[in-house]
Structure formats: C-alpha cells, structure tokens
C-alpha cells in the first residue's frame, strides 16, 4: 500500500514539476497526452491488473507463475493492438504536437501495463514487499531523470523520460518474476485466454463507466455554456478530491486477495466492515479539514481561486464516498459480481448528465458540484447494499 501510495504520489509531483518548467502552452499538450493515455491503457490492460490481483489469490501455488505468464501474454497482445492502432490514428489526423507526441509515447501503454500486472500479481499472492521496494525505488529514479530531462530538452526531454522511466520500472519488476515465469504448471478451463479476457472485458466496461462518471461534470459544464472560470473551478475541485484518494485507492489492492482467499476456503471474512471503516477514517477527517480551511488555504496559497471555495467546501465530501464505494466494490469483484458494479455506474453515470443539464445552467459549478455528491451518494448506497448482500450469504455459507 505504501509503494503504491508513494508512486501515486511521485506521479503528482512529476506533473507539477514539468509545470515548472515548461510553458502553459507545452503544459497543456503535455496533459492532453497523458489524458489519452489513461483511456489507452484502460484499453490496453483489458482488466488484466486486477485479474492479476485477484486470480493470483484464487490459483495454487505451482500455478501462480504460469497464471502471471498468461496475463502478460493477453496484455502484451491487447497492448501491442491499442497501440498500433493509435499510431496509425496519428498519421491519419493532421500533423501536431499532440499527435506527434502521442505517436511515441502510446507504447508506454504496454510498459506500463506489465508493469502493473507483475505488481498486482505480488499483491495478489500476498508477498508485496520486494516488489514494493523496487517500484518505489525505480519510481524515484524515474522522476529524476524524467526531471533532468525535460529541463534540459522540454518536451522531448518529457517524452523519453517517460519511455525510459516506463522500461525501467517493467526491467526491475520482470527481475523479480524471472524464475516464476519459467513454470510448467497447467492451469484450470476457466483461466483460458479467452475466459481471461471475457472477465477482463466486464472489468474494462465498468472502469470505463466510473471515468465517464468522474469527467461528466466537467464535461457537461462546457456543453451548457458555463463560465469558463466556473470549469476551471471545478476541475481543482475534482483534483483535490483524487488527490485526497490517494491513500484510500489502495486499499482494494490490499483486500481483493484476502476477500478471495476467504471466498475459496468457504470462511467468513472480515475484510468487507475493516476496509469501510478505513475508507471513511482515511478520508472523513480530511474533507472535514477541506470543508473548514478551503477559503483560508485558497487564500493563501492560489489567491486566483478564492472564488472556487464554496465548490471545494462541497466536492471534498465526494472523496469519502467514492472511498466507500471502492470498498464495496471489491467485495463484489471477489466473487465476480461486475455486472452490478457495470450496472450501478451506468445509471449514475446517466443520472448525472441529466441533473447537471438542469442544474449546470442556472447554478454554474456550485450546483453540478451539489449534484455529483448526490449521484455519488446513491452510487455509494447502491453499492454497498449489494456488498452487504453478498457478504450476508457468505457468512450463511461458512456457518
């Protein structure tokens, strides 16, 4: 948790400190690249990460080094596909610096996303430690470089950094799985590649679903016409509520393998009540804190932004629900319940583009702030009714 935590967070500061030193404009294609990239990767991983995480705590142990080569085997395919097609995208499109840009760095899409499967795979099988060394360690040594690279070059400094950072972190953690992924165990029917990747689709949909749902209301702001500061406004809004996620968002990868595991031996788990009392401990206190010194601490440190308190007092509350949610959520992954998952984002994800259209217009982004606590509210309820249900079944079953 803490590792993930920590590149998390070395993310964060790498974007701020490439705002340093770079012009508003560079800056600006800088963003727009990596926000491709986010729904790129998505793409290109097909859910492998998570199934990573939670098959890793199903299969036995011979059979955990040949589980983790077919997950990289689908994700190396679906990544090298996404890829290859985004490139050709880049020369079908008029020539910029963004399709430029995006040409290169589209291949970190397949860095990155075996890099995470080995991670998750650790977490998965429970023996995270080594592997959480070297991805912190390598984290850091990639910001650096990454750092001294765009000082010295700009945005082709940003671009090979970011390709060198990513084959660094996949090198260190390759090492650590070598042996593993010489095992000749055969695996059961249902971890066929193309059972792997029906599962890894339901997983796909319903991460696509809870980030359609995290950009509609910026997204629908612009289409009612709101004031441009207004969006602006509440993009910080959403920023500081991810920010606030950053310690809770790991925690599905630290319950998902101990849910399973207790799925599998037929015991009661008490994962489900821990992980919501730490989701709400972890973010409770801090949106309290938000919601008290918004006005002050804009004042002080973005004087520009003191307009966006009323805002920030308001969305800060998304980051306990979304917390809570996260939770339930991995208990109905654990026994394979995403279509519920799917379905409860669809709806959410609807409800909120119509209450921001009738709201957005009149009450700019103070109301579709009301309104993405309000959707997220039911989601959250949604959810861990569902999360509740299946956890009651299953101590039935263990008694």
Known sequence: MVATVATSGLAYLQQ?????????????????????????????????????????????????????????????????????????????????????????????????????IIYNFHQGVMRVHRASVVATALAAVSFALLTGLVWRYRLDGWIAGRLVGEALSLTGLLWLVRRALTSSAQLPPQHAPMALLRFGAAITTSFFLRGALDATGIFTLGLVGADIAEIGYFGLGTLLATAILLLPASLGGVLLPRMVAGRTRNTSSPYLASGLRWAVALTVPISLLGTVSAPGLLALLLPAYVPAAAILQVLVWVAPLRAVTAVAGTQLLAGSNVRTSIVINGIGFIALAILGALIGPSYGGYGMAWATVLVELGITGATVSFAVRDFRRLDELAT
């Open 16 to 116: 701020l400190s490439i705002a340093r030193l770079v012009s508003p404009a560079e800056f600006g294609i800088v963003r727009a690249v990596e926000s491709a990239l986010v729904v790129l990767l998505l793409l290109a991983c097909f859910g492998t990460p998570t199934l990573a995480v939670r098959l890793a705590a199903e299969v036995d142990r011979p059979q955990q080094g040949a589980l983790l080569r077919r997950l990289l085997l689908v994700a190396a395919c679906s990544s090298f596909v996404v890829s290859i097609a985004t490139v050709a995208w880049t020369f079908a499109t008029p020539r910029s610096q963004f399709t430029s840009s995006l040409r290169f760095l589209v291949w970190t899409v397949t860095l990155t996303s075996l890099s995470r």
